[in-house]
């Protein structure tokens, strides 16, 4: 008789695993590994999130090792020297997908090295409001702009673990995140707040995470418009489909019919309804065994290696964090060539942050770096400018700090945002239902026994779910502020700021934080600003090379930074319910025909470029077009840098469409290039436009349709610069879903 052939690759082996498990093995893979009791324990006992990965899919037996999650949009988010970089947004202000790419697989790299094979690094929620507790995870306001970061991330990422992509989708306020519904039509989402997700996937995300809130009435983890017609149907996605971490479902059997694979971390609600729905037929076992296949598969791709702990903090990261910090500050004023701080025999440094890490908020994306090696921009300063005289006041009397900024040949004032301004928040009332759905703990069992412990633990889970709905907010501490619905500096700020600018004629304000800062009331009487964001462990380094003028500033905005409140959509970070619409950040202001403080895409240069006027490189096809044969534009753009320090420039291009069929927004970008030039050096550069960011979703027919006239395509300095622009006719044609 002859042997049967040997099994080979990830999905032949799979469906061999697949074959010797039974039902029971098979349902426990739709949790995570950890008992729900004993997990809440070690997060309130022992930090666990910051401890170790959270384990599922371990199955000794079977030789399969489980997937080994962690959190790390600004790096491996455990305790043990991971490298901190700067958050996802400062990254985003860099519009440099090749270097987040490498920041992609360095967090890769060092996650492995904890044991962990899964991260959550590729937080790509549009910022639809600048307020938005967590704006600092995402890298920005456009889907084409956020698309390109989280895709580069996502392929980093692939080559040594597996990538999760979140959250999907429109998880963009944090305070009411367990209890708003967001009402959005087909179109809104297919053109702004989905094509992100999109491209992630396209890009070989292993698997996407689901959220918390509702959309268009129904919980994101139960629903099938989102996680199959959309995800898998109309893109294809192939990979795991898991929940938001310990609440993100509510009715396990309609998350799992729906198209959720894995709820994690615990063993929770699935845990305790799936045996019971298969036995009832209210769960087919195909679609069971469709979501352990899944994780098999995305088991069997882990690839293998040596991930020693030296890759943790190693000197090549650490430059990484370094780049990324020096590509994203934002210079958005140098009145009087202010900047670079020339000439000084002393400099004034003032303000608590200018001393201290400030590396983002407390929640799920904070890092543990090792003391003492974040570099703080009082500390850069000191490094890079050794012989300088440089004194530091914390700026807690004005009048001590306007004292010392008078005596001195500049001035710096470090201020804005920390951990207990903004970020992720959870309000305990938001919480409770879902508590009440988790299983007994188990010593409920032998206290009482299983008769009696079956009677007594639903009353007594809804006892604990009020008691925990009436608990009052939490206090500063690790998920503190959430939200903000007042986007300008504390007052404190606001007064040391002009005194010292009063003081001292040559003041520079460095400004760090996630989301918008409001600076009309001062910003007059400043000559220098400066976006620091939160910079990561080496962006104290990174600000002194900008301040001194050994390197250019080369950031551009990811979001439109407003004159006034009035001008962003509504905001509630209590809402229950909110409408989202085409009209946010620098679309919404061209609608209302006003301009932003500072607009998306802007930020200023040591240098100076020019810029010859974008040219197609081939006219359109139309039967091609019609055909699906050409799906593209490329277009050619010749830099040049005509000042005389090194510099970059990001090339923006934007898409102004006929508009006649349907109000669509005045400007879209298409395209961008981030372009480090030598003094007098030259390029020419060809921006790739996908006809399906020319098009417009049409609901009727299911898909994108482009509108048949003159589109132009405009390359701009920011989204408010009139540009120089090629002109293009294009036929009506529909590309499809």
């Not at 890079?384 to 005289?389: K, N």
Request: net charge neutral; proline share 8%; with cysteine.
């Amino acid at each position: 008789m002859a042997e049967s052939a040997p099994v080979t690759g990830p999905r032949a082996q799979a469906r061999a695993l697949l074959a010797e498990l039974s039902t029971a093995e098979k349902l426990a893979l739709l949790s995570g590994d950890t008992p729900f009791w004993a997990g809440m324990a070690d997060i309130a006992l022992r930090d666990a999130s910051h401890r170790h990965p959270w384990p599922a899919g371990q199955r000794p037996p079977l030789a399969l090792p489980g997937l080994q999650f962690v959190d790390g949009p600004r790096g491996v988010g455990l305790v043990g020297g991971a490298t901190t970089f700067p958050v996802p947004i400062a990254r985003g202000a860099s519009w440099d997908p090749e270097l987040e790419e490498r920041i992609g697989e360095a967090i890769a790299l060092e996650a492995r090295s904890f044991g962990a094979n899964w991260v959550a690094a590729v937080c790509i929620n549009l910022l639809r409001h600048p307020g938005w507790g967590r704006a600092q995870e995402t890298y920005g306001e456009d889907p084409v702009h956020v698309g390109a970061l989280g895709a580069a991330m996502t392929c980093g990422l692939e080559r040594h673990t597996i990538a999760c992509v979140k959250h999907f989708a429109l998880n963009s306020i944090d305070s009411c995140r367990f209890l708003v519904d967001v009402q959005v039509s087909e179109r809104v989402l297919q053109e702004l707040y989905l094509p992100h997700f999109r491209d992630c996937v396209e890009a070989g995300a292993g698997s996407v995470m689901s959220a918390y809130n509702q959309v268009n009435g129904r919980w994101c983890a139960e629903h099938a418009g989102l996680l199959t017609a959309t995800l898998r149907q109309r893109w294809g996605f192939e990979g795991l489909v898991v929940s938001d971490f310990i609440f993100g479902v509510r009715d396990g059997v309609a998350a799992v019919l729906a198209g959720l694979d894995l709820e994690m971390p615990f063993q929770m609600v699935l845990a305790g309804c799936l045996e019971q729905a298969v036995q009832q037929g209210r769960l087919p076992m195909a679609r069971v065994d469709e979501a352990v296949l899944r994780q098999l598969q995305l088991q069997l791709r882990v690839p293998a290696g040596d991930y020693p702990i030296s890759l943790r903090g190693c000197p090549a990261h650490r430059a990484l964090a370094l780049r990324a910090a020096r590509e994203s500050i934002v210079m958005l004023r140098n009145e009087a060539a202010v900047l670079p701080l020339t000439g000084l025999g002393s400099l004034a440094v003032i303000g608590r942050l200018a001393a201290v890490p400030n590396l983002g908020d407390r929640g799920s994306s904070d890092t543990r770096p090792q003391p003492g090696c974040v570099v703080t921009p009082l500390e850069g300063l000191r490094r890079v400018a050794p012989a300088l005289t440089i004194a530091h006041d914390a700026g807690e009397d004005v009048a001590c700090a306007s004292h010392l900024a008078a005596r001195c040949d500049a001035a710096v004032v470090v201020a804005g945002l920390d951990w207990r301004l903004e970020g992720e928040h959870i309000h305990p009332a938001d919480i409770a239902p879902i508590l009440a759905l988790m299983p007994p703990p188990r010593w409920l069992e032998r206290v009482l026994g299983r008769r009696l412990q079956e009677v007594c633990w639903r009353p007594l889970a809804r006892l604990i779910a009020w008691i925990t709905s009436h608990a009052p907010e939490p206090r500063a501490g690790d998920f503190a502020a959430g939200d903000r619905t007042d986007l300008a500096l504390p007052p404190e700020q606001v007064a040391l700021i002009r005194a010292v600018a009063a003081a001292n004629p040559r003041t520079v304000v460095v400004l760090m934080g996630g989301g918008a800062i409001l600076t009309g009331d001062w910003l007059a009487e400043v000559p220098g600003l400066l976006l620091l964001w939160y910079p990561g462990q080496e962006g104290g380094r990174a600000l002194a090379e900008v301040l001194l003028g050994q390197l250019s500033p080369s950031g551009r905005l990811p979001l439109s930074l407003p004159e006034r409140q009035e001008q962003l959509p509504s905001f509630d970070p209590r809402a229950r319910r909110v409408v989202y619409d085409l009209w946010h950040g620098y679309r919404r202001l061209q609608r209302q025909g006003q301009r932003a403080a500072f607009p998306f895409g802007f930020g200023l240069s040591y240098s100076r470029f020019e810029r010859a006027a974008p040219q197609l490189l081939q006219p359109p096809d139309p039967p091609a077009i019609r055909a699906g044969e050409q799906r593209h534009l490329v277009v050619v753009v010749e830099v040049c840098n005509v000042g005389g320090l090194a510099a970059a420039e990001v090339l923006q291009l934007y898409l102004e469409p006929p508009g006649r069929l349907l109000e669509r927004p005045r400007r879209t970008l298409v395209a961008f290039a981030r372009v480090p030039l030598e003094p007098g050096e030259s390029r020419r550069i060809e921006l790739v436009v996908p006809l399906r960011r020319l098009a417009f979703f049409d609901m009727e027919r299911d898909g994108f349709a482009l509108e048949a006239g003159l589109h132009r395509l405009v390359l701009a300095c920011h989204c408010e610069d009139a540009g120089q622009a090629c002109a293009v006719v294009l036929p009506a044609a529909f590309l499809g879903p």
